[in-house]
T-cell receptor, first 113, second 113 residues
């Protein structure tokens, strides 16, 4: 079946540090891949997505590249801010298949000033 | 605009109460979803509506009753809930069932006493 594995954290960084949150997936066919972010006390916001191999999603300084050869979609940001503190979820859905979003367990990021 | 709205933001109810959660989107999306999220966990799918018809029920207890009166509105009727039903309830929508990007609302924080 389809599954997503992401580093669970928590991850604690200082402001302006480099961020990587690893995400790997198992899926049949050609999934679409997503990163969602959940700020404290809020719902999920779509951060970025990629729908085919070698696509790079980017938003608000965050980037992730769809790597089919390594089945990965790692989230990166060059310089994190305190306002980036949140829980980040990697997720997939399979094109033409079930509409169920398959989530990783989430990674809590805390950025200290 | 990719906005999904949910009301109320917070809800406290007793086990004998009947209450409803409301979700609205005006993006022309024809698929709408209810998710349940417990603390420190990813969201779990409950129901999927496509063109105002229920297409997926993830074996949710009958004390949760979804309703989709029109293409913009999704309700979740609650009756005789248990304390373990306390959670964040998230609504999401996508253009069509089976298409990739789901957009989430801010959620309703439910507490069952």
């Amino acid at each position: 079946g389809n599954s997503v594995t992401q580093m669970e954290g928590p991850v604690t960084l200082s402001e302006e540090a480099f961020l990587t949150i690893n995400c790997t997936y198992t899926a049949t066919g050609y999934p679409s891949l997503f990163w969602y972010v959940q700020y404290p006390g809020e719902g999920l916001q779509l951060l970025l997505k990629a729908t085919k191999a070698d696509d790079k999603g980017s938003n608000k300084g965050f980037e992730a590249t769809y790597r089919k050869e390594t089945t990965s979609f790692h989230l990166e940001k060059g310089s994190v801010q305190v306002s980036d503190s949140a829980v980040y979820f990697c997720a997939l859905t399979r094109q033409g298949g079930s509409e169920k979003l398959v989530f990783g367990k989430g990674t809590k990021l805390t950025v200290n000033p | 605009d990719t906005e999904v709205t949910q009301t109320p933001k917070h809800l406290v109810m007793g086990m004998t109460n009947k209450k409803s959660l409301k979700c609205e989107q005006h993006m022309g999306h024809r698929a709408m979803y209810w998710y349940k999220q417990k603390a420190k966990k990813p969201p779990e799918l409950m129901f999927v509506y496509s063109y105002e018809k229920l297409s997926i029920n993830e074996s949710v207890p009958s004390r949760f009753s979804p309703e989709c009166p029109n293409s913009s509105l999704l309700n979740l009727h609650l009756h005789a809930l248990q304390p373990e039903d306390s959670a964040l309830y998230l609504c999401a929508s996508s253009l069509l069932r089976g298409t990739d990007t789901q957009y989430f609302g801010p959620g309703t924080r439910l507490t069952v006493l």
